[in-house]
């Protein structure tokens, strides 16, 4: 959920992002055929400011499925979502329709808000996950390498110039207010997000433990095309035809769309891509009607052993 609101937020913008300029041109038609530019998260995320805390649900693990969040935000309870609209409503001057109606009877209009979720996340995100995931696994591997290595002072100091850690303190510059131990919630969870942007952004709501989002590293790198030069010499396992349409998928596309740019048949892609899907290379998203097809992360790996 930490890359829901962010990366919401950056398709809301005009502004062309230095980074994720060539994911949003892609995404941003999606999003707006489906409407979710007038639906529920165009209200709960405005361009800047105050996103409600009970978007971000304290995960139950490191790494929580999406319907697991879903489910999460469903059983938000009554009073921690009217608390988050109140403050919401303090930043933004008002509520729109549908957040007072959220307002009015959470319990009854979450699991809308939860399906309006699901469908942006296999729109935006879900198609790119891999991809994205394979930088967030790697910051994570990082910064739990120098926690053991150097401890928690290297980890913190080198975390976010923002952040510092003195004297068993950790201080976050900029932040309103304190975040004392004693009532903060038990430990820290560090999220590493590819969307957040340059700054850091906070999440305390105990009893759930604090959590704090941060630019991963690797991010600048996350779009670009990497040639798979040595994708010829998979011709002989995967056949000529399924190696082609996975050089392809750098970005995710369709049947139709994979059928133009290769000058294989509708036909034939359909069959390579159920081929590479039963044997877990590529994965299929729903995008309005039609279903876009994305490299899995297991593929990205054969790929880069091929080229190496």
Same mark, same amino acid.
């Given at each position: ?20 300029? =060539? ?19 165009? #209200? ?31 059983? *938000? ?32 209009? +979450?699991?809308?808000?939860?399906? #309006?979720? =699901? ?5 935006? +995100? ?11 696994? &790697? ?11 150097? /401890? ?8 976010? &110039? ?22 903060? /919630? ?12 340059? /700054?850091?952004? *906070? ?16 991010? /600048?790198?996350?779009? #670009? ?22 050089? #392809? +998928? ?24 159920? &081929? ?33």
């Amino acid at each position: 959920m930490w890359e829901v609101a962010p990366s919401f937020r950056l398709l809301a913008s005009d502004t062309a992002h230095p980074v994720h300029r =060539a994911w949003a041109e892609q995404v941003r038609p999606r999003v707006v055929a489906a409407g979710l530019d007038r639906g529920w998260l165009a #209200e709960l995320i405005g361009p800047s400011g105050y996103v409600p805390d009970f978007l971000n649900p304290a995960p139950a693990g490191p790494a929580p499925t999406a319907s697991d969040e879903w489910d999460a935000i469903s059983a *938000t309870p009554v009073d921690r979502v009217r608390q988050d609209l109140d403050h919401l409503a303090r930043h933004q001057g008002r509520l729109g329709p549908r957040l007072s109606g959220l307002h009015a009877d959470p319990a009854a209009r +979450l699991p809308r808000l939860a399906q #309006e979720l =699901a469908t942006y996340w296999d729109l935006a +995100l879900a198609p790119y996950w891999a991809r994205i995931r394979a930088v967030l696994d &790697a910051d994570v591997f990082h910064r739990a390498r120098t926690l053991a290595e150097h /401890g928690a002072g290297r980890l913190f100091n080198d975390l976010h &110039a923002s952040v510092s850690w003195d004297d068993n303190a950790l201080t976050l510059t900029r932040r309103k207010r304190g975040m004392p131990r004693r009532s903060a /919630g038990a430990g820290l969870l560090l999220v590493p997000s590819a969307f957040t942007g340059p /700054g850091l952004r *906070t999440r305390v709501r105990p009893p759930d433990p604090p959590q704090l989002a941060y630019p991963a590293r690797g991010v /600048g790198a996350l779009w #670009e095309t990497r040639p798979a030069t040595g994708a010829r010499a998979l011709d002989a396992v995967l056949g000529r035809s399924r190696t082609l349409l996975l050089t #392809e +998928l750098g970005s995710p596309a369709s049947t139709t769309e994979l059928a133009r740019r290769t000058g294989l048949s509708p036909a034939g892609v359909s069959q390579c891509l159920t &081929a590479l899907r039963d044997a877990g290379l590529v994965s299929a998203h729903r995008a309005g009607r039609s279903v876009l097809y994305a490299r899995t992360a297991a593929a990205e790996t054969l790929l880069e052993a091929a080229s190496g």
